[in-house]
């Protein structure tokens, strides 16, 4: 292979690589914005104004919740006096773009699926 031919070879590779590099860091920084995010888990705390809820990771996420948040539980509208501590939920929220201490992103619920806890 001359000179020129492994020039050309490393151009290519540039020109093939770079707009893969592109993507696959921008694209993920885009990735969670304008849609919803889905939170799985069971509830941990209840506050008037928010809930906590344990992941099956491990990890706990805090999540807000408004006088706009919807619940409900087989299919059924309910309301937040119907949600308690036990429950196994899916949390439908955006994120607020606050960060937390811990380096994580505030949420607000936009509507919240729960299984009441059968050992109750």
Known sequence: ??????AMGTVARIALCGPM????SVV???????HAHHVMGTVMALTANSL????????TVDILV???????????AMSSADLKVGDRVVVELTLDGIVT????????????????????
Request: aromatic letters at 8%; glycine letters at 12%.
């Open 1 to 6: 292979m001359t000179q020129g031919e492994r």
């Open 21 to 24: 590099f592109w993507v696959t």
């Open 101 to 120: 201490r811990e380096g994580g992103e505030v949420g607000t619920a936009q509507d919240i699926r729960f299984a009441p806890d059968e050992r109750k």
């Open 52 to 59: 906590s809820v344990k992941t099956k990771e491990g990890k």
């Open 28 to 34: 993920p920084i885009c990735a969670h914005e304008g």
């Open 66 to 76: 408004t006088p706009n948040t919807s619940y409900r539980s087989n299919g059924t």
